[in-house]
């Protein structure tokens, strides 16, 4: 079975800060990413995904992710962070063979000073 | 435009009793699925449903029972409630062949 692994737990961070969370997956086959964000309080919401094409995906709110086959990685990034960004964030894989069943990493809380 | 609609929000239970969270989706959604969100752990998988009259187990599904007896409808049901099932709950539909899931609300579950 696949696991999703997210190296950082809890990163707290100053506004305009740049954001790197790590998300790492162990499906060898074909996979489609994502990330989704959870603002306190309230329910998931897709971030961004990968299907399939260009590795750099492009989401909401100035994140983007890259997918590097190689390093079975896709890695969330923001260049300057902002207060309203404090959430928490999950990586989620869907191995091809899995129909829609998704795999979660184990969550990474951000938490942006003002 | 209701999308994912979860009941209760919160819920206060004793250990032994049974309830029933309730999930109901408007998008015509063949997969649907409930998750329980723990710190430090994700969500983990409990049990799924790929259409109308068919479930499965996923990854934690001990001590909970699901049914789909329409495409809408997905309840869950904790049959002897338990210290160690106080947790969030969400409910998430997608469509087949479509892995983008949509999640309800979430119920904060706690077992005393």
């Known amino acids: 079975a696949q696991s999703v692994s997210q190296h950082n737990h809890h990163v707290i961070l100053s506004e305009a800060a740049s954001l790197e969370l790590g998300c790492n997956y162990s499906?060898?086959?074909?996979?489609?990413l994502f990330w989704y964000v959870q603002y306190p309080g309230q329910h998931l919401q897709l971030l961004l995904k990968?299907?399939?094409?260009?590795?750099l995906v492009k989401g909401i709110k100035g994140f983007e992710a890259e997918f590097i086959k190689s390093k079975f990685s896709f890695n969330l990034r923001k260049p300057s962070v902002q207060w309203s960004d404090t959430a928490e964030y999950f990586c989620?894989?869907?191995?091809?063979?899995?129909?829609?069943?998704?795999?979660f990493g184990g969550g990474t809380r951000l938490m942006v000073k003002p | 435009n209701a999308g994912v609609t979860q009941t209760p929000k919160f819920q206060v239970l004793k250990t032994g009793q049974s309830m029933t969270l309730q999930c109901a989706q408007d998008?015509?959604?063949?997969?649907m699925s409930w998750y329980r969100q723990d710190p430090g752990m994700g969500l983990r998988l409990i049990h799924y449903?790929?259409?109308?009259?068919?479930?499965d187990q996923g990854e934690v599904p001990n001590g909970y029972n699901v049914s789909r007896s329409t495409t809408e409808d997905f309840p869950l049901r904790l049959l002897s409630a338990a210290p160690s099932q106080t947790s969030v709950y969400f409910c998430?539909?997608?469509?087949?062949?479509?892995?983008?899931?949509?999640f309800g609300q979430g119920t904060r579950l706690t077992v005393v």
């Open positions: 998430a539909s997608s469509r087949k062949g479509d892995t983008e899931a949509f």
């Open positions: 499906y060898g086959g074909t996979v489609n």
């Open positions: 990968y299907f399939s094409g260009d590795p």
């Open positions: 989620d894989v869907n191995a091809g063979n899995a129909g829609n069943m998704l795999t």
């Open positions: 998008m015509n959604h063949e997969y």
């Open positions: 449903s790929v259409g109308a009259g068919i479930t």
